[in-house]
C-alpha cells in the first residue's frame, strides 16, 4: 500500500489525483490488475467523473451544497456534519482497472478527492493489485 498526501486550500475541492495514482502504479511495475484507491476520514469521499469541463466539478459542489447545506440545524456538536453526509454520499474507494501499466478510464474520466471540511492535509491510500 501507498500513502499519498493531498493538500487542500478550499472549505469544499475536488483535486484531481490521477497524476499521483498512476505513479504509484509505475512505481510497483504493475501492468495488469486492480488499483484501490482509498480516503482514510469521514469528512473527505471519492468520486470518478469528468475532467474535461471544470464546470462539471462546479455544478457537483453547487448540487451537494442545495442537497446538503452547511448551515442545516444539526445535532453534531463539531459543526461539520455536512461534510460527514457529503463525504457518505461520495463514498470512500474507487477501483480502476489497471491495462499495460495504465488505469482504463473512460473518455472524460478521472478520479477526484472530495474535500468537505478543508481546508486540511489528507491521506489517501492506494493498493495495487496485480491481476
Known amino acids: 500500500m501507498t500513502e499519498l498526501t493531498v493538500t487542500t486550500s478550499e472549505h469544499c475541492q475536488f483535486v484531481n489525483?490521477?497524476?499521483?495514482?498512476?505513479?504509484v502504479i509505475e512505481e510497483a511495475g504493475v501492468t495488469d490488475g486492480i488499483c484501490v484507491v482509498f480516503v482514510p476520514?469521514?469528512?473527505?469521499?471519492?468520486?470518478?467523473n469528468e475532467n474535461a469541463d471544470p464546470d462539471v466539478v462546479s455544478d457537483m459542489k453547487m448540487v451537494?451544497?442545495?442537497a446538503v447545506p452547511w448551515e442545516g440545524g444539526?445535532?453534531?456538536?463539531?459543526?461539520?456534519?455536512a461534510a460527514h453526509v457529503k463525504a457518505s454520499?461520495?463514498?470512500?474507494s474507487v477501483h480502476v482497472i489497471v491495462r499495460n501499466g495504465r488505469l482504463q478510464f473512460?473518455?472524460?474520466?478521472?478520479?477526484y478527492f472530495c474535500e468537505f471540511d478543508g481546508p486540511r492535509t489528507r491521506k489517501v491510500w492506494v493498493q495495487i493489485i496485480p491481476a
Open 41 to 48: 476520514h469521514t469528512t473527505a469521499g471519492i468520486t470518478i
Open 106 to 111: 473512460g473518455t472524460w474520466q478521472s478520479i
Open 89 to 92: 454520499m461520495m463514498g470512500n
Open 74 to 81: 444539526y445535532d453534531h456538536a463539531e459543526g461539520n456534519s
Open 64 to 66: 451537494l451544497d442545495r
Open 17 to 23: 489525483i490521477d497524476r499521483s495514482v498512476q505513479r
